[in-house]
């Protein structure tokens, strides 16, 4: 009988604390008591100047919906108001466990990973992601055309003469020489200083498809005479070598621009993915709605008291 009894009581104390939704040891209880105290529906304390702004124009509101000189029925009211600042509070801190896990999720950087991006391209992908910098302008017409000029009539046996390379690519020349007067540099001095002899280590090569072009006469800018005396005073295997060299440095900033593109289209949709810690979302939810109820509760009773 006694074993029966003792059973009985921990099926009990077993039920209780399924059922239970409050604390339930001594030290759970002291700490519910002071929330309660600093956040429960008769605590006197609003948190800061902003929610006491909103609580004197919310009590004023309702005051003039309700207007009554019995206290309980002014009391009811500033019940009401500051419920309302506290449902408020608990939806904010909500939002922002949402933004702290986004802005501490990995998901940016194993998605940087999937596109292979590298260092300089993963900084810009999460700059841009994170809205610091503005739509930049990664890279423009005029080194479209250039790369054109470079991908269809450059390689290891064409151009074969000075004049057939200013021929071909009468854009990248002018590149060339604007650059190198802006360095206050020769052209081939410039392509000294700029263009790596070796390349560099894990440098990727593209393979360049075939292309059908048909250029005509008008296509092609007029060649100054200052850069035709730059360019024919550059060696030509110099000329190929910064012809090479730029087209792999343009080529790999348009895949930069289409990864990066696809970094932002996949974001947003990684980001909706991420959630905050669940335990304390469904705390911080049974607290909302125990507000909420409170809240019902007032509203019903300051109807109530308006009947009276």
């Not at 030290?27 to 309660?36: L, R, T």
């Not at 702290?100 to 992601?129: C, I, P, Q, V, W």
């Not at 052209?187 to 700029?194: F, L, P, Q, R, S």
Request: glycine share 4%; proline share 3%; with cysteine.
């Amino acid at each position: 009988m006694a074993l029966n009894a003792k059973n009985k009581s921990i099926i009990t104390k077993v039920a209780q604390k399924k059922t239970s939704t409050g604390p339930i040891s001594a030290a759970g209880k002291a700490k519910s008591s002071k929330n309660a105290a600093l956040h429960g529906a008769t605590s006197p304390q609003l948190l800061n100047d902003i929610e006491k702004s909103k609580y004197d124009t919310l009590l004023n509101e309702l005051r003039e919906s309700y207007p009554s000189a019995n206290p309980l029925v002014r009391m009811q009211l500033e019940r009401i108001a500051k419920l309302n600042i506290q449902l408020e509070r608990i939806q904010n801190t909500i939002d922002a466990q949402f933004l702290r896990s986004r802005a501490l999720s990995r998901g940016y950087h194993e998605l940087a990973r999937h596109l292979d991006m590298d260092r300089e391209t993963k900084s810009l992908a999460l700059n841009l992601a994170m809205g610091f910098g503005g739509k930049e302008k990664i890279i423009d017409m005029d080194k479209i055309d250039i790369s054109n000029e470079l991908n269809y009539w450059v390689d290891s046996e064409r151009p074969s003469t000075h004049e057939e390379f200013l021929d071909k690519t009468p854009r990248f020349c002018e590149y060339l020489f604007n650059e190198s007067v802006k360095s206050q540099q020769t052209i081939k001095d410039y392509i000294g200083d700029k263009v790596p002899k070796q390349k560099l280590e894990g440098n990727q090569h593209y393979s360049q498809g075939i292309d059908i072009r048909f250029v005509f006469g008008d296509e092609k800018p007029r060649i100054d005479s200052d850069i035709e005396e730059g360019i024919k005073n550059t060696e030509l295997k110099e000329l190929k070598r910064a012809a090479e060299w730029y087209g792999q440095e343009i080529m790999r900033m348009i895949l930069r621009t289409q990864k990066i593109a696809d970094f932002r289209k996949l974001g947003p949709i990684e980001e909706q993915a991420t959630t905050p810690d669940l335990d304390q979302l469904d705390r911080l939810m049974r607290y909302q709605t125990t507000i909420q109820r409170q809240l019902s509760t007032a509203i019903g009773e300051l109807l109530a008291l308006n009947k009276i």
